[in-house]
């Protein structure tokens, strides 16, 4: 039951949110290949959505979604453009487009976001288009996880 619900104070909530958040999978420093889909840690998977397998969240039930995703790009050795696409349902069909250019070893985030209405089962997944570095998991006791994926059922 994704039900709204209003407190004694009257915020708005749910009584079970329909919620996805992980961090990029990959140690860090990670080039992925054009085209490839990122995986991502489940942390918070209230609706056992993610599939690892295949790296896309399946959506469980119909509505409007938020999909937010930060990839910060590394470029320890060349200068160069991070590029990704928020697809739905495959290859290429994308809904939403992160771009970030950087020098050599230096640091820059690609971010994007979208609110879009999904049918139950469509598929949600991060599409690497370059083959630059990212800055994924840790890699060490000081560094904190950095590049991310949250997907939030809106009603």
Known sequence: NTAMTIDSDGRVGFNNPILFWGQLSNTSPFAPTANQFLSFRDDVDTASGWNSSNNYYVVPK??????????????????????????????????????????ASDYQPAVATVIQPLAANDQISIQSRSTVEIWGAVNSVNSADVSSLSIKFLG
């Not at 509505?63 to 160069?80: D, F, I, K």
């Not at 590029?83 to 290859?91: A, C, L, T």
């Open 62 to 103: 119909a509505g409007y979604y938020e999909v937010h995703c930060m990839l910060l790009m590394n470029s320890q050795t060349n200068a160069g453009n991070l590029d990704f696409f928020i697809s739905k349902n495959g290859v290429d069909n994308f809904i939403a487009r992160g771009f970030t250019s950087a020098g």
